[in-house]
């Protein structure tokens, strides 16, 4: 199935180009060994920011991709990344065969991952539990089948579980080491996901970063409300220059949520 031109997947079209042509390489290296393309992260859950938002896709295959045809894929994502699409440097995505998706298995086969411009081999963490989720209640289909048939419903307590692993595995060892925090954008990003954290683990549901965000200033008060409108004002380019306050946010949805969710 070939992305045609009336069947715009999102409401960006810099974003449909590099995504007609994610398409038709991917599809041009799998052939018959390709299922569908779908669109997980801010282009599903509705809170994609043409300023700093990347293009994340997941591609189903019918298999395991051998070793030949995951070099087939590394040099494909070269020569898009070199394209000179405004959005190929934001695609971020991962192969997977259409018997692993149904369900997050721990320490499960090590999968081809394009991250930050890079392709690799990368063993899918606890995000997946949540983006399978978003996937099959949100996701945008690029070309193929209906996800949801494929994935198994996930439950708020498993997404409350996936959560805490996400916040003690990533986040709360930042209270120690903050270089990962020294860039505005990622000040920016702490702020809005730990929002999304705590609206999470409270509702048992995943929502968009803004909904989640305007959540938590009607709970934290004036102060860290006028901090996460800055957070979700901000553009790239534009000092943010809140570490303390990123910092503090990590702090405090680490307390809430070891307090109410253990």
Aim: aromatic share 12%; hydrophobic share 45%; charged share 20%.
């Amino acid at each position: 199935m070939i992305l045609k031109q009336n069947a715009l997947p999102t409401p960006y079209s810099d974003v449909n180009a590099i995504l007609e042509l994610l398409l038709i390489r991917v599809q041009a290296v799998l052939q018959g060994q390709f299922v569908g393309m779908y669109l997980y992260g801010s282009l599903a859950s509705g809170d994609f920011n043409p300023y700093s938002s990347d293009v994340d896709f997941l591609v189903v295959t019918t298999h395991d991709l051998p070793a030949k045809t995951f070099t087939a894929l590394a040099q494909m994502h070269t020569d898009i990344i070199n394209s000179g699409l405004k959005f190929a440097p934001k695609l971020e995505g991962s192969y997977i065969p259409i018997h692993a998706l149904r369900r997050f298995v721990p320490n499960d086969t090590p999968r081809p991952t394009l991250n930050e411009g890079k392709f690799y081999w990368d063993s899918h963490g606890y995000d997946w539990v949540i983006q399978r989720h978003i996937i099959r209640e949100q996701g945008v289909i690029v070309a193929g089948p209906d996800p949801k048939p494929m994935i198994d419903p996930v439950m708020p307590q498993e997404l409350r579980q996936a959560i805490l692993e996400i916040l003690r595995g990533w986040w709360r060892p930042m209270l120690d080491d903050q270089s990962f925090l020294q860039r505005s954008a990622y000040q920016v990003f702490a702020i809005l996901s730990m929002c999304r954290i705590q609206h999470g683990l409270y509702f048992g549901t995943i929502v968009s970063k803004p909904v989640a965000a305007a959540w938590v200033q009607t709970e934290l008060g004036e102060y860290w409300a006028g901090i996460i409108e800055d957070a979700l004002q901000w553009r790239p380019g534009v000092e943010f220059n809140h570490l303390d306050e990123a910092v503090e946010m990590i702090r405090l949805t680490v307390t809430f949520a070891l307090s109410k969710f253990g």
